[in-house]
């Protein structure tokens, strides 16, 4: 998926939240983050039942452009700033994406972007069923807090 096919998905949400440390700090926490968040056995297992194409993580750990984690491919990364992670399984096209700005000496603000399209009557109640409730948000919130953690 390019740049531009990446923008064309549907915004779904966005999330922020301000970390107590650097971008470069938070950079590598994300990573570390994203890494423990994808590795377990629950996430392959979702991943194949799911159809992700990206099952398993592979390349360089250090989310470099190409490399996979569960469910993902690194799209683009720009260290310290931006990071663009994109999937595709059977019931929904996605992007998350990771944007990291200043928000004044040692800190800096981490915004977390999705964007999907879920086709068809089964991607729609995929949709109800991951979105709807609310279990999207929570998930990526609780992501945001461990960088947070992590970094902090």
Do not use: K, Q
């Amino acid at each position: 998926m390019n740049a531009a096919d990446r923008l064309a998905l549907p915004f779904v949400d966005r999330h922020s939240t301000v970390v107590a440390a650097g971008a470069d700090t938070v950079w590598r926490g994300l990573g570390e983050v994203l890494d423990r968040s994808w590795a377990g056995g629950g996430a392959a297992a979702y991943a194949r039942l799911a159809g992700c194409a990206d099952r398993s993580a592979s390349g360089s750990r250090s989310l470099t452009e190409g490399s996979t984690i569960t469910g993902f491919r690194v799209a683009a990364a720009d260290p310290g700033r931006e990071l663009v992670l994109v999937g595709r399984h059977r019931l929904s096209t996605y992007a998350l994406i990771f944007r990291l700005d200043e928000a004044g000496p040692g800190r800096t603000v981490v915004r977390a972007e999705t964007r999907a399209r879920f086709p068809g009557p089964a991607g729609a109640l995929y949709r109800r069923l991951v979105v709807g409730t609310g279990g999207h948000a929570i998930g990526v919130r609780r992501l945001l807090a461990a960088i947070r953690r992590r970094c902090g």
